[in-house]
């Protein structure tokens, strides 16, 4: 049973326990495991224990932020959820989860997005599915480029280059729902994946960043004369140019890559550059879950078409957080959006459990959609006026945490 459970941030005392815990849940050596939980921080750590017993359960928080909209949301994600074998089925992780989610409301969190590795844990406290994220293949000698893709310069990344990078990047990605505003944690993990240091390159045209990438070489196992995939940590066109420029200079390790291998959503614009689309391959898809930690403040943090006007209310249930409870009338204007507790006048409610609201929010289905799965309730105006608000793409995540 979860009964007397404790939970609390991790110490150096728990160091060795929560590398074994995460060892036993993912089958990660101690070595790299250690190298990980230090890397990431043990200040991000939080454990479950009972009284003068060691941790039965861990987790990762990463303050990272999402966009959607157009704007980033204040979103903290979940990894390395682990679970003492001898313990599971016992509903610690869920009590685990339930106090983390808690916990974030009280500090201002509006949304937590993570990974599952299974589905029917998340769902319990609230997640449920937001978006794609993909691993691409593509074979580094058919990505073609011409001497033209060529001609912007490449070169190594210097240090004072970051603040231009990460300006960049936000400007570019933050229209594309699901992506991450990368904050610390995701760019140390560009510049150092689990614990292997990365090349980092830039496009810089008279201080204009047109182009990144950040690649690993590392063995390819179905390829048994020694030549390298080409995994990307980060992999950016910010401008036409900067993207042909980018696929060029994949395509210049053809001569020891096999492949270039890189995270991405189905709908990444780099494809769209590619001269043919048999040439790149999905080798591995999942979806990632958000949930609302904080239905307000996510309501009015994220952004809206800006030619779009309206009002609209939503009738929320939530099972664990009582402040999510209740009635919000989302008046959108000019791109912003701005909440009412309470019906605004003659404004028919969508109803939906706030679990149900994550892929209306995220727009990875519509609210109409959402009503004929009967996950939700609402006239047929305000269900279509909800879905214009929150549509902006497929969202998608382009790396993994």
């Not at 406290?125 to 480029?145: D, K, P």
């Not at 909440?339 to 109409?368: C, E, F, Q």
């Not at 929150?390 to 382009?398: K, N, R, V, Y």
Request: aromatic share 8%; hydrophobic share 40%; proline share 4%.
């Amino acid at each position: 049973m979860s009964g007397g459970l404790t939970y609390r941030e991790m110490t150096e005392a728990d160091a060795g326990r929560v590398c074994t815990l995460i060892g036993q849940a993912f089958g990660m050596p101690g070595e790299s495991c250690d190298r990980w939980v230090r890397f990431a921080g043990l200040d991000r750590f939080r454990v479950v224990h009972r009284v003068g017993e060691e941790p039965s359960g861990c987790l990762l928080i990463a303050d990272i932020g999402q966009h959607f909209g157009g704007r980033a949301v204040s979103m903290e994600g979940v990894a390395g959820v682990a679970v003492a074998p001898e313990a599971r089925g016992k509903g610690i992780g869920a009590h685990m989860m339930r106090a983390m989610l808690l916990d974030m409301h009280r500090r201002g969190v509006a949304l937590s997005t993570l990974y599952p590795a299974t589905q029917v844990l998340y769902r319990r406290v609230g997640y449920e599915q937001a978006g794609f994220a993909n691993v691409m293949r593509l074979n580094a000698s058919t990505i073609g480029a011409t001497r033209e893709d060529r001609s912007a310069e490449i070169r190594p990344v210097r240090e004072e280059d970051w603040p231009r990078i990460v300006s960049a990047y936000r400007e570019a990605y933050a229209e594309m729902n699901g992506t991450l505003e990368r904050r610390t944690y995701i760019w140390d993990r560009v510049r150092n994946w689990r614990g292997e240091k990365t090349d980092c390159f830039v496009i810089d045209d008279g201080g204009r960043i047109e182009g990144f990438v950040a690649v690993l070489m590392r063995a390819d196992a179905a390829d048994p004369s020694g030549r390298k995939e080409v995994f990307c940590t980060a992999v950016h066109g910010f401008t036409a140019r900067g993207a042909r420029r980018v696929l060029a200079f994949l395509n210049d390790y053809s001569s020891m890559g096999t492949d270039v291998v890189f995270y991405c959503g189905p709908a990444n614009p780099l494809l769209l550059l590619l001269p043919e689309q048999r040439w790149h391959r999905q080798a591995f898809g999942e979806v990632w879950m958000t949930r609302i930690v904080d239905v307000e403040k996510a309501l009015v943090q994220r952004g809206y078409p800006a030619g779009l006007s309206g009002t609209v209310a939503f009738d929320v249930a939530d099972d664990l957080i009582e402040e999510n409870n209740g009635v919000f009338t989302l008046e959108v204007s000019g791109g912003v959006g701005r909440v009412k507790r309470g019906a605004a006048g003659a404004t028919r409610a969508i109803g939906v459990h706030v679990r149900d609201l994550v892929p209306m929010y995220s727009g990875l289905h519509s609210p109409t959609i959402m009503a004929r799965l009967g996950r939700a309730t609402g006239p047929a105006s305000a269900l279509a006026l909800a879905g214009a608000m929150f549509a902006a793409g497929t969202p998608a995540m382009e790396e993994h945490f």
